[in-house]
């Protein structure tokens, strides 16, 4: 299949990767191009910024949860009829798992898609030292698939004589450079960016960032290289087979938190859930008072509830909702921030305690530093997960709280370590804790999930 498409990866974190993504994306939409983007690794913030430019939700492609064959369908499943697709890398760019690999890297990405890729250079305080810089990149891998470079915070002065340096030394094309554009940064906080709603005259800031990236930036090179990626051969994964062939009830109705406390949402984990046969019913325990009619099951997303403690407080009529119908035996998926507001109490950014919905016993408290963080393979010590039996499932952790009752139903190994812990309460009926699961990593679980909650639906219909 016929993807054009090119990968922007840097050497590091904090290299500008994000906004210039975005500027890029936005030059390219001002021209009426139809864009897709994809954001490498398990991360929810840079999506939703992409969306803000491109009018429609951004994807995760992530090489740690799915096989190949599933990354490729999954490229290839979200921008079919794009004029480009642009993937932002995930830290360095050979940086993989556990520190120590360049598994579910951005370079594993550009190698398993084979997307050629664009080095971008936070040049600050360099000259011809970024020559090394960009020779060590490209010659450490001999597939290394770094096609280009973009010189990032480059003088204008300086900028043809560097990129006549690297193209003459190094034959590697070079295709434009960013200014510094003070007046379009991004704040960060304790999660990484701050929301996309949250930024003042954010569309205005990305257009404006659009009109220099037009002069200086060659964005009809990185279309060209976009159209030069050779074509993907790709198979619809064996269990989506499966399931069309199986989706013949009646959809589940599934309660899915959705505010400014819950956004992390990964949006192809949705896409599956309809797919196999559930349909999303969206409301906000910040704003709503109370839950959407004739729930099957519940799903309970991570975000930032500390920013809204007090609010989600107030919320009391809706807290005990959840709380009767979770006690009724409704099926929860509850993941990290939505784990919290399951407690009984939960403690905000300025460590105010805060009541919660009460399904939890015990407290949810703020840290001074990142509790637990990466990749983990989370193995139900019963091998059941909504009573089902389950192999081990990929997954990830990222948070600066901490729980007294974190659940011991469930293992967490880190991948290259020796390094593990207990977590998540899992019955027949939830699966509550700090992991974050990417559904195509194990189709098995959302499958549990869905079927647990058509269990509940038929006992409901059978008691009525």
């Known amino acids: ?39 490498c690794g398990p991360d929810y ?19 740690f949860f799915t096989n190949e064959e599933t990354t490729r369908y999954l490229l290839t499943e979200n921008a079919k009829d794009a004029d480009i697709a642009v993937m932002e890398g995930v830290m360095g760019y050979y940086d993989g798992v556990g520190g120590i690999t360049t598994k579910a890297s951005a370079y594993d990405l550009a190698k398993v898609t084979d997307t050629p890729a664009v080095l971008l250079i936070n040049c600050k305080g360099m000259s011809v030292s970024i020559l090394p810089y960009v020779q060590g990149f490209v010659k450490y891998q001999k597939d290394s698939h770094i096609e280009g470079v ?18 003459e030394e190094l034959h590697v094309p070079v295709y434009g450079y ?8 991004l704040e960060s906080r304790h999660l990484g960016l701050v929301l996309p709603d949250e930024v003042v005259e954010l569309k205005e800031k990305l257009n404006r960032l659009a009109e220099v990236l037009e002069k200086t930036v060659d964005l009809d090179g990185l279309l060209k290289l976009g159209n030069s990626a050779l074509d993907l051969k790709v198979q619809t994964p064996d269990f989506l087979k499966q ?23 990964y949006k192809d984990n949705l896409e599956l859930l309809e797919k196999m046969g559930g349909k999303i019913c969206y409301f906000s325990p910040l704003h709503d008072a109370h839950l959407p009619a004739n729930l099957d099951g519940l799903l309970l997303c991570g975000g930032y509830p500390e920013l809204f403690g007090k609010e989600l407080e107030k919320g009391e009529s809706i807290r005990q909702e959840i709380k009767k119908v979770l006690e009724q035996g409704l099926p929860v998926l509850a993941e990290c921030g939505g784990f919290m507001y399951l407690h009984d109490t939960f403690e905000d950014m300025q460590g105010k305690v805060c009541r919660g919905v009460g399904q939890i016993p015990g407290k949810a408290y703020k840290t001074p530093r990142l509790s637990r963080f990466g990749y983990i393979q989370v193995t139900s010590k019963e091998r059941k997960l909504f009573g089902k039996t389950i192999d081990s499932c990929p997954a990830h952790e990222f948070h600066y709280f901490d729980s007294e009752n974190c ?51 038929q006992q409901k219909n059978k008691e009525a």
């Open 1 to 39: 299949m016929k993807i054009p498409r090119f990968l922007l990866t840097a050497g590091a974190s904090g290299s500008g990767k994000t906004l210039v993504t975005c500027g890029i994306l936005q030059a390219f939409k001002n021209r009426g191009l139809d864009v897709v983007s994809f954001k």
């Open 45 to 63: 913030i840079d999506p939703m910024f992409h969306a803000k430019v491109i009018g429609t939700k951004s994807a995760n492609l992530d090489t």
């Open 150 to 167: 973009l010189l990032n915070q480059m003088s204008p002065m300086l900028y043809p004589r560097v990129k006549k340096l690297i193209e």
């Open 178 to 185: 960013v200014p510094r554009v003070e007046e379009c940064r």
């Open 243 to 265: 399931v069309e062939k199986k989706k013949t009830e009646k959809a589940v109705r599934i309660g899915v938190a959705k505010d400014e406390a819950f956004c992390f949402l």
């Open 407 to 457: 659940g011991t139903d469930c293992f967490a190994a880190k991948p290259e370590s020796s390094r593990g812990w207990d977590c998540l309460h899992a019955t027949d009926t939830m699966l509550a804790g700090f992991p974050h699961f990417y559904y195509y990593g194990n189709p098995e679980l959302p499958m549990a999930f869905l079927d647990r909650c058509r269990t509940y639906r």
